[in-house]
């Protein structure tokens, strides 16, 4: 399997989410742009999860049918053909870190498929409905992590 390069212009890999992007800020989507699917790609699946989370890794973010020759997703915006899925919060889109006070730094793994074929999910999927769908259809993937605490 190849990777894809998934980055972002407004923080670096494993280094902490700015607050804007967050539930204590304006809680809009950070900017994010990615290298090439491979040929062969049906369409780009965007997850974007909290593995910190008490009650186990939470859903901030789920966009399936991206087109496959996107290179990236501006801020506060959907990515170019993509379905919204619910997050964990219940609202469809994005949901920022909203981390319980105190319980130290989490991590933010924002997740990049490139799909031989449509993913098939069911009507509320979990993460790990998503990683299931998702193991035997990926030509290529990337990852991208931040952090972030609330004190």
């Not at 902490?16 to 062969?40: C, F, M, N, Q």
């Not at 469809?92 to 991590?107: C, L, V």
């Not at 409905?129 to 193991?135: E, I, P």
Request: hydrophobic letters at 35%; charged letters at 15%; glycine letters at 16%.
């Amino acid at each position: 399997m190849t990777g894809i390069q998934l980055t972002s212009p407004v923080f670096a890999d494993h280094a902490e989410i700015p607050r804007r992007y967050t539930g204590e800020g304006e809680d809009v989507s950070p900017p994010l742009t990615w290298t090439a699917a491979p040929k062969g790609t049906a369409e780009l699946l965007l997850l974007c999860e909290d593995p910190d989370a008490p009650g186990g890794s939470f859903l901030h973010w789920l966009v399936t049918g991206i087109d496959p020759w996107t290179g990236g997703v501006e801020e506060g915006a959907g990515p170019h053909g993509g379905r919204p899925w619910p997050n964990g919060f219940g609202r469809e889109g994005w949901g920022g870190p909203m981390p319980p006070a105190g319980h130290g730094p989490h991590r933010y793994f924002f997740r990049l498929y490139a799909l031989a074929q449509p993913v098939r999910l069911p009507g509320r999927p979990g993460v790990a409905d998503v990683l299931a769908a998702v193991r035997d259809q990926t030509l290529a993937s990337g990852t991208l992590v931040g952090t972030y605490q609330r004190l």
